[in-house]
């Protein structure tokens, strides 16, 4: 991603994705398990930053999918991991820098 331009970057970042949730869906997984692993090849410097938040999803949506979880629980789920998501850049950068 590095050697493509700043604005060509989305467009390869969506197909990579879409390319990638295909093959998890083609070879028998869930697609969000290839939206996982698109997210982790893709960013590699803040991925472990994020990662609580996406397998949240991903077992929320498969335990959704299995009629484990109601939609109400999945919803909240997604909005906790959205939470996190959001928090954790925020919390976690100043003290990146104290370490550096």
């Given at each position: 991603?590095?050697?493509?331009?700043?604005?060509?970057?989305?467009?390869?970042?969506?197909?990579?994705?879409?390319?990638?949730?295909?093959?998890?869906?083609?070879?028998?997984?869930?697609?969000?398990?290839?939206?996982?692993?698109?997210?982790?090849?893709?960013?590699?410097?803040?991925?472990?930053?994020?990662?609580?938040?996406?397998?949240?999803?991903?077992?929320?949506?498969?335990?959704?999918?299995?009629?484990?979880?109601?939609?109400?629980?999945?919803t909240a789920l997604l909005l906790?991991?959205?939470?996190?998501?959001?928090?954790?850049?925020?919390?976690?950068?100043?003290?990146?820098?104290?370490?550096?």
């Open positions: 991603m590095r050697r493509l331009k700043e604005t060509d970057r989305w467009y390869a970042g969506l197909i990579w994705l879409v390319v990638c949730a295909y093959g998890a869906d083609w070879s028998g997984l869930h697609y969000m398990v290839g939206a996982f692993l698109a997210g982790a090849i893709m960013d590699r410097d803040w991925f472990t930053l994020q990662t609580k938040a996406l397998i949240m999803i991903i077992f929320g949506n498969i335990l959704l999918d299995r009629q484990v979880i109601t939609s109400e629980t999945f906790m991991a959205v939470a996190s998501t959001m928090l954790t850049v925020p919390i976690v950068a100043p003290r990146l820098k104290q370490l550096v």
